[in-house]
Structures are given as C-alpha cells and as structure tokens.
C-alpha cells in the first residue's frame, strides 16, 4: 500500500513550515506494521490494512513530504525485521519501554493508555496476583503484558499467542479464563463486538512503568536521529492542525494522546 505527495513544491513549504526536510526525488520510507491488531491495524479481505496506526501513519508521511510503503510483518520478529533493514521505522502500538531503548531509539509518544484484564461477565474473577494463581491468562507474545504477567502475576497459568485475534479467539471458546491486553483494542476489537459481548472488564487498569512504559512510540534504528525528529516534528503538527483528532475520532471516543494509566 503507497501514498504519495502531490508535488515537491508541497514538501518544500512544509519543510520552511515546520522544520521537516522534504524527501529526496524517488527516496522511499518503508514503514513496518501489523496488521493483526484492531483496531490499530487489521487486514481487510482484499488485503488493504486499516486502522488508527495505519493512518497515523500516513498522516505523519505525509507531513514529512515523504513517499511511504507499508511492509506488514508479525510481532515476534518486528524489531529484528527493523534491524535487518526491512522497513526504516515501525507505526505499530509499540511501547516505549527502557528494555526496548536498549536496541531501538524511539520518537516521542503518539498516544497511551493503559491495559486491562477482560472475563466472562459474573466470572467473580478476582484480578489481584492472589486471585488469579492457578488461573489461565491468554497474552500476546513479546508484548508489554507478557513483562507484566511474568512480574506482577508469577503464579497464574500464562498462555502466549502469536496475535491479540487468537488470544480473543480462545477466550471466547473458554479456553482461557481471561486475558490481559490494551484497554482501547480489548474493547474496541472485542467487547463491542458479537463474539465478546458475554465478557467484560475485571480489575482496574493495570500498570508497571518497567513493562508498560511512556506511551507507544514509533521505533527507528539507533542513530537514525534526523528520522526520529523527522517524526516528532511530524507528531507535534498533526496535533496542532486537527489531522490528529480527525483520525482518533474515527476510532475511539476519547484522546487517546492523553490518556494514562491509572496506576
């Protein structure tokens, strides 16, 4: 999936504009997404990916003045396929976590909010580490929820998925007894839809600066720091025009920029 800038003249204004230098003549950005997450990102039946990362995305490319591809790869391997040199930079929810700083550097935030459990409506589950020993937690792989399980709730049963669909999949066959992920995307990619409406939230928000982090962040290669600012430059103007709140509002119905977690 491409989008272009409409002319080089467009790129050099917003470069005086805002400090963003415009893309040189036939250089591509290559932005490494998901896909299997909504509604940050799902995939279409004919292949075309959607949601609010997605957009963002382009918005931000667009801002930048710059001719952008997006490379759809699974979590496991998206920082590695960054580092490989597949795609230049990831739009893809990814939090900004200190373990992550340590192979990836990171723009500044574009939204955050915080994560919750979800379980059968009149469950009783008790979502505290006492309550949920013994009990099978479904969790996506390499994700911030996985740090926080394995720290926070070192005796409940932990199941990890290759996608936040297959999590909610097992969950609603019962074969797990509740799963932790995004507030936003549990609520939005399941409870609001047929398969998730005998579930519901259990607990509070749930928060550890250590797994969670400063909000999700778009990850770049170390070094690449033109890219980052780039970025960050990009982020502070589609705040400041409406193209942010545009693109929110077509999916939730807060500002998720703002949100945090209520730890």
Request: aromatic share 10%; proline share 3%; net charge negative.
């Amino acid at each position: 999936m491409k989008r272009f800038v409409t002319a080089l003249a467009a790129a050099a204004v917003l470069a005086v504009a805002t400090g963003i230098a415009p893309a040189s003549a036939g250089e591509k950005l290559r932005i490494g997404v998901e896909g299997a997450y909504p509604p940050f990102s799902w995939k279409e039946a004919d292949g075309t990916l959607m949601g609010f990362d997605i957009d963002i995305a382009m918005a931000l490319c667009d801002k930048m003045g710059r001719e952008c591809e997006l490379v759809e790869q699974d979590w496991d391997g998206i920082i590695p396929a960054l580092m490989a040199k597949k795609y230049d930079a990831i739009v893809a929810s990814m939090s900004i976590t200190e373990e992550r700083k340590k192979r990836v550097d990171f723009t500044n935030k574009y939204y955050h909010e915080p994560a919750k459990f979800v379980a059968a409506k009149g469950s009783g589950l008790d979502a505290s580490p006492d309550g949920m020993a013994g009990k099978s937690v479904g969790v996506q792989r390499g994700t911030i929820h996985q740090c926080y399980m394995e720290k926070v709730f070192p005796d409940t049963e932990l199941r990890l998925y290759g996608t936040q669909e297959e999590v909610f999949l097992d969950l609603a066959s019962g074969r797990i007894d509740a799963q932790i992920a995004s507030s936003l995307q549990a609520e939005e990619g399941f409870l609001n839809t047929d398969a998730g409406k005998d579930f519901e939230f259990v607990g509070g928000d749930q928060f550890l600066l250590e797994c969670h982090g400063e909000g999700a962040g778009i990850a770049v290669r170390k070094g690449e720091d033109e890219l980052r600012e780039s970025f960050n430059a990009a982020i502070k103007e589609i705040r400041d025009d409406g193209t942010y709140k545009a693109i929110n509002d077509k999916y939730f119905e807060t500002d998720i920029y703002g949100a945090e977690p209520g730890a």
